[in-house]
């Protein structure tokens, strides 16, 4: 599975952006998706991820209530529209495949084998 995230940009805080992971490969319907964040100088961190139907969704407390994760395996896409947006959530975006046996799993790095490059969120106050 390859992945490619797109969609960021700069926004003034309070604005929306909506990302998208478009994914290769016939299998993507059966994989859980996740979406990672990186700012400069601090570790990767979990956003948010959605099981392989659409049935399961989870978020980092940080995101919830502000962001919500979607797909559409029709067009082996995972959307992540990301509304009231923060300085803080100034960093690269990236999206990843995997499985995720539990919600424990869900925002875990190692639970996802395939990595898409990432997209710049930049949010200014």
């Known amino acids: 599975v390859q992945l490619q995230a797109s969609g960021g940009g700069l926004v003034q805080a309070g604005g929306s952006l909506r990302l998208s992971c478009a994914a290769s490969g016939r299998t993507f319907s059966s994989y859980d998706t996740g979406w990672f964040r990186q700012a400069p100088g601090k570790e990767r961190e979990f956003v948010a991820a959605?099981?392989?139907?659409?049935?399961?969704?989870y978020y980092a407390d940080s995101v919830k209530g502000r962001f919500t994760i979607s797909r559409d395996n029709a067009r082996n896409t995972v959307y992540l529209q990301m509304n009231s947006l923060k300085p803080e959530d100034t960093a690269v975006y990236s999206c990843a495949a995997g499985g995720i046996a539990s919600g424990a799993q869900a925002s875990r790095p190692a639970a996802y084998p395939y990595w898409g490059q990432g997209t710049q969120v930049t949010v200014s106050s």
């Open positions: 959605i099981n392989w139907s659409g049935s399961s969704t």
